[in-house]
């Protein structure tokens, strides 16, 4: 069994996304004792900027006439691609940054999504067990001050169960900040509530994600 594990933490040594991801790959590495667990780490090693024109210019030329460019960047789509397909379950795990979602997970989605087999027409991937784990500095809940200001969970939801059809399962950590910024120190007994349960759920979710099959109705 494969795990497909990708961050996007621009500090990894203090990251909440990462120590929760942890927590759901544990789970899933427990049950599955002969695992492999393929990753990649966005910020660590980002996806060139030019690479999404390149890789969706290419799919107008036929492959003998591409530039070094243009194939370089199909080669790196393809590499994407291959790495999400051939995984049984895959493990996001990306913070919220200026209130939208983070460069390099959408400079990694915009190239992997040129590939023919998970594009708009393909369906390579509906139906496969994923989860995402977010963090946010603050909190966007109902009823809070910046209430819809969360501009990437919604639409890593959006590309990954409704356009790529993964079977996904959200766990998320609102106000990681308290304890950082002094502004928010009214919340500490609230954020600490809020870690405990957000821990609680990446471990339950990480058990859930290893007995989760994909979803056949979809394939
Ligand atoms: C450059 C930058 C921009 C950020 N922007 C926001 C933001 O718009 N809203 C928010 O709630 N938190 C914001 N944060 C806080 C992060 O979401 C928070 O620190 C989160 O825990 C980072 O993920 P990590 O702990 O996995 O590294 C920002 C953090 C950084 C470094």
Redesign the pocket.
Same mark, same amino acid.
């Not at 963090?135 to 603050?138: A, D, M, Q, R, S």
């Given at each position: 069994m494969t795990l497909f594990r990708l961050d996007a933490?621009?500090?990894p040594a203090? #990251?909440? #996304?990462?120590s929760l991801a942890d927590l759901v790959e544990e789970q899933w590495t427990s049950v599955h004792a002969d695992s492999v667990v393929t990753r990649r780490d966005l910020a660590g090693d980002p996806i060139p900027a030019t690479a999404w024109q390149n890789a969706v210019s290419a799919g107008f030329v036929p492959e003998a006439d591409r530039t070094p460019d243009q194939r370089d960047a199909a080669a790196l789509a393809a590499t994407l691609a291959d790495e999400l397909v051939s995984a049984d379950a895959l493990l996001f795990a990306v913070?919220? $940054?200026? $209130?939208g979602v983070s460069q390099h997970f959408k400079a990694w989605f915009d190239v992997a999504y040129t590939d023919p087999r998970i594009n708009p027409q393909g369906t390579a991937l509906r139906g496969k067990p994923a989860t995402l784990v977010t963090?946010?500095?603050?909190n966007y809940d109902p009823g809070t001050p910046k209430e819809g200001w969360d501009h990437s969970t919604p639409w890593l939801r959006r590309v990954l169960a409704d356009v790529w059809g993964l079977d996904l399962r959200v766990v998320s950590r609102p106000f990681?900040?308290v304890g950082v910024n002094p502004a928010l120190d009214a919340f500490a007994e609230q954020a600490a509530t809020i870690k405990a349960d957000a821990e609680d759920g990446a471990r339950e979710s990480g058990r859930e994600l290893a007995k989760r099959r994909p979803r056949t109705s979809a394939a």
């Open positions: 933490s621009i500090f203090t #990251s909440a #996304s990462r913070p919220l $940054y200026n $209130y963090v946010l500095g603050g990681t900040l």
